[in-house]
């Protein structure tokens, strides 16, 4: 295999690596020329320059330095990069890259697109172009039908510039994965889905040097961040035809149950449960999400702190969220559909699996055997249906340091 190959800009994808470009170095739109490509925002600037690309098969990851030695034309838009998680070492990756996944991208790349145009407008002192945005929910819409796990898992590798746009895109899938979830109609799923699109547009409003400042911010510019819901809130009301439910989650998506919460310190039931649900999916995006002073946690360990922080959230709705992503954190009592207990195991590095050890027969009123269960989410396994606080279970729950993380599940 040779090292380096030259291939159209075309045809490059994320994960390779970057050797160099052909012609006058000041015609490349980069002032670095060798780097690992893994952002989705270079991958659009560099398909605008029209010349080869000279890339390092050698350096390239595993999917993309196998695209480069066919040089395929007919090849999926875009490869995933390894999983942004806070698992140890980068897993090679797999071979085949399923043309879902591909799909997912190409979505999340248009979305990025949209979002980040939107953004501008409102920057720029332009309304916000509901019709450009709502069709936006319709493509990331169907595309949860077509494959949600796919779709989920593109919105995981987000760099840090793009932080802000994809966040919105993502919190728009959860929206509208939760609001289906919870079987509401069509015409609030779609309210939902802009709402999670638009919920941090007030930030627009607020001084970049603010939003991007690096360590503590001061009480002043701290102040200054928590009011963007309501600049949000007057953005979005320059449009008469803006959803109340995409207002009303702009402007409360940072109460919290317990009444500490901003702006208005709104307590439990007060709160709408659209803005309680704009909260849940906004907070799950930014702690499963790589930012400039964290690395991204895992989704389990992301689902464990939320359910840990008593008084933030709506509990109950929390649970639903998790069945919605269907993954649950470790130590957590479920109820399943076939009347047994089981608790939440750790499931390692195989993120997208629940590990589940069943313990007790509610039929039976009978301790079981502990027994391991993998909910794949296939549909023919067994499924969660509720929670089960630790003081009311009927018997001893097992320990769950005595059932380690394992890399490998099935
Ligand atoms: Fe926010």
Same mark, same amino acid.
């Given at each position: 295999? !040779? ?16 050797? $160099? ?6 015609? %490349? ?23 080869? *690309? ?7 990851? @595993? ?21 942004? !998680?806070? @698992? ?31 953004? +501008? ?31 989920? /898992? *593109? ?5 840090? %510039? ?16 939760? !609001? ?47 009011? %963007? ?28 149950? +317990?009444?500490? $919460? ?15 649900? $704009? ?16 690395? @991204? ?6 689902? $464990? ?29 479920? /109820? ?16 997208? /699996? ?9 039929? +039976? @009123? ?28 009927? *018997?001893?729950?097992? +320990? ?11």
């Amino acid at each position: 295999m !040779a090292p380096l190959k030259t291939v159209p800009s075309s045809d490059v994808r994320l994960g390779m690596f970057i050797h $160099g470009f052909e012609g006058s170095w000041w015609e %490349h739109p980069f002032w670095r020329t060798r780097f690992l490509l893994t952002d989705l925002q270079d991958l659009q600037r560099l398909r605008a320059f029209r010349g080869g *690309v000279i890339i390092d098969v050698a350096k390239s990851q @595993a999917t993309a330095s196998a695209t480069a030695d066919t040089a395929s034309t007919d090849a999926p838009a875009t490869a995933l990069p390894p999983p942004a !998680a806070d @698992a140890a070492p980068a897993a090679p990756l797999r071979a085949s890259f399923s043309v879902e996944q591909a799909k997912a991208a190409a979505v999340v790349a248009g979305a990025f697109e949209t979002v980040r145009s939107t953004f +501008d407008d409102v920057r720029l002192g332009r309304a916000v172009a509901q019709e450009k945005v709502a069709s936006l929910v319709d493509d990331i819409a169907g595309q949860l039908d077509r494959n949600a796990s796919a779709l989920l /898992r *593109v919105l995981q590798l987000k760099s840090k %510039h793009q932080y802000t746009y994809l966040h919105s895109v993502a919190v728009c899938t959860l929206m509208v994965n939760f !609001a289906r979830h919870l079987r509401m109609d069509d015409e609030t799923v779609r309210a939902l889905g802009l709402a999670g699109l638009l919920h941090d547009v007030g930030k627009m409003a607020i001084p970049e040097a603010v939003l991007d400042k690096p360590g503590r911010l001061s009480a002043e510019e701290f102040a200054l961040v928590r009011e %963007h819901p309501e600049r949000g809130l007057a953005l979005l009301r320059e449009d008469p035809t803006m959803p109340a439910l995409a207002k009303e989650v702009c402007l409360h998506h940072h109460e919290r149950w +317990d009444g500490t $919460g901003y702006p208005h310190g709104l307590k439990a039931e007060a709160i709408s449960v659209p803005a309680r649900m $704009g909260a849940i999916c906004d907070v799950y995006d930014a702690l499963t999400s790589h930012r400039s002073y964290k690395r @991204a946690w895992l989704p389990a360990r992301a689902l $464990g702190a939320m359910w840990s922080w008593a008084g933030h959230f709506d509990q109950q709705l929390l649970f639903q969220f998790m069945r919605s992503i269907n993954l649950y954190p470790p130590g957590l009592l479920v /109820r399943l559909a076939s009347e047994r207990l089981a608790l939440v195991l750790h499931n390692g590095a195989r993120a997208t /699996r629940t590990r589940l050890l069943v313990f007790y027969s509610f039929a +039976d @009123a009978a301790a079981l055997d502990p027994t391991l269960l993998v909910l794949t989410g296939a549909g023919s396994d067994d499924a969660v249906v509720g929670f089960v606080e630790p003081a009311a279970s009927p *018997v001893a729950v097992p +320990d769950l340091d005595l059932y380690p993380p394992q890399s490998v599940t099935n």
